[in-house]
């Protein structure tokens, strides 16, 4: 296919704006509505945003949209898609839906009809009396209803894009790689100045920016779902994979430490930064935070630290604020980013942020507390 399409990147509530400045950085032009980010782009977009994209949750192919009140406009507007021009003839395409806010509330209903008119669609270009076999790639259609106005897409990802393929081990309360990612590009740290998280977990944080510093494509090590659509041509992914590899710095030397009060923790950062090729890259130790030492100047702490969410935990967390607020004190040179579900983080820190961001860690509210220091 040589025309243009028109793609989706889909982001969490709050990162939208993030997901639209990496689209642009890979060249396209961006609108963000809320929960995404629609472009146009030629079809080798497909190959590059997968494995470009740090912040977007997923690429979907945007097919079509419309306003619909009944079922019989939802059939004969589905139908009217080109489908025939990204579904292969026996291709697989589940269907799936959800519907807010409009009159066509039935979901599993939406799903069947989408379906049925898909099916007819194809039957008819490729020729089928009966069913469509459905024996070939997988096309994972959605409808998405909103105030009456459907949008349907096929995604072109497969997993999420948060996985990156190098988490092989976790803790209680991890970061999903896509905000981890997100919290490094919303600071302005580059890769020679220091970076450390002293609550790094599973190592998402200390992770992501090893991959940010060394230009290094965060899908890298994964597949998706488009790798098989025949109408992406071969060299479409060959091209993006060589960009890949030319755009990556490896030379990139890097200065980022992880810290945790668990040593079960850093065991587990050490192995998923290995499986991410990243080993010698970062520095691992076990360190409760209030035993923070900073030797240099100009550094970055990007941290998760506990919410004390849970009943009898939240002294300590606050405990564990005021600790970190008094060291970092003595550090007016380095930038401080944390995200924390707390409110009355900035009375225990003992600062007011300079900014602050709402984000949802899954469910979860949050804040991101944004110090900006005074680099010298
Ligand atoms: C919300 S989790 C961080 C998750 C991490 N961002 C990830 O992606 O896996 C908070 C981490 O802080 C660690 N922690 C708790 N109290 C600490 C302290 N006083 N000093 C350092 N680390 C602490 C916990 O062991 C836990 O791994």
């Known amino acids: 296919m040589s025309q243009n399409i028109t793609l989706i990147a889909t982001a969490a509530m709050g990162l939208e704006s993030v997901v639209a400045s990496e689209v642009k950085q890979l060249g396209y032009e961006a609108n963000v509505e809320n929960g995404k980010v629609i472009f146009n782009a030629p079809v080798s977009a497909i190959p590059r945003c997968n494995l470009w994209l740090r912040s977007a949750d997923r690429v979907k192919l945007h097919v079509g949209r419309f306003k619909t009140e009944t079922f019989d406009d939802l059939f004969e507007a589905t139908k009217a898609l080109p489908w025939e021009n990204f579904i292969t003839e026996e291709g697989k395409f589940p269907v799936s839906g959800k519907s807010v806010k409009s009159t066509l509330h039935s979901v599993p209903d939406c799903q ?95 992770i992501e920016a090893a991959l940010i510093g060394q230009n290094i494509a965060p899908g890298f090590n994964r597949d998706f779902t488009s790798e098989d659509w025949k109408w992406i041509k071969n060299r479409y992914w060959d091209e993006a994979f060589e960009e890949v590899e030319d755009k990556a710095n490896y030379s990139q030397k890097l200065n980022i430490t992880g810290y945790d009060i668990d040593h079960r923790m850093i065991e587990i950062s050490k192995e998923n930064a290995t499986e991410a090729g990243l080993g010698d890259l970062i520095s691992w130790k076990q360190m409760q935070a209030n035993d923070l030492v900073l030797r240099e100047q100009n550094g970055y702490l990007i941290g998760n630290p506990p919410y004390g969410q849970r009943i009898g935990d939240k002294e300590a ?60």
């Open 112 to 206: 069947a009809i989408v379906k049925k008119a898909i099916a007819e669609k194809l039957k008819l270009k490729y020729g089928f009396a009966g069913n469509l076999p459905e024996t070939g790639g997988l096309y994972k259609v959605e409808v998405a209803i909103h105030k009456d106005d459907a949008t349907l897409t096929i995604d072109t990802s497969g997993s999420g894009l948060h996985k990156r393929g190098y988490r092989i081990g976790q803790g209680d309360a991890p970061l999903k790689e896509t905000l981890a990612a997100a919290l490094i590009m919303l600071t302005n740290w580059k890769p020679d100045y220091p970076l450390i998280d002293p609550f790094c977990g599973s190592g998402t944080i200390p």
């Open 317 to 376: 967390a606050g405990e564990i604020y005021s600790e970190l607020g008094k060291i970092m004190k003595k550090h007016p040179t380095w930038s401080i980013y944390i995200l924390a579900a707390f409110d009355a983080f900035e009375q225990k820190f003992g600062q007011k942020a300079t900014k602050k961001r709402k984000l949802f860690n899954g469910f979860i509210q949050t804040n991101y507390y944004q110090y900006f220091g005074r680099k010298q």
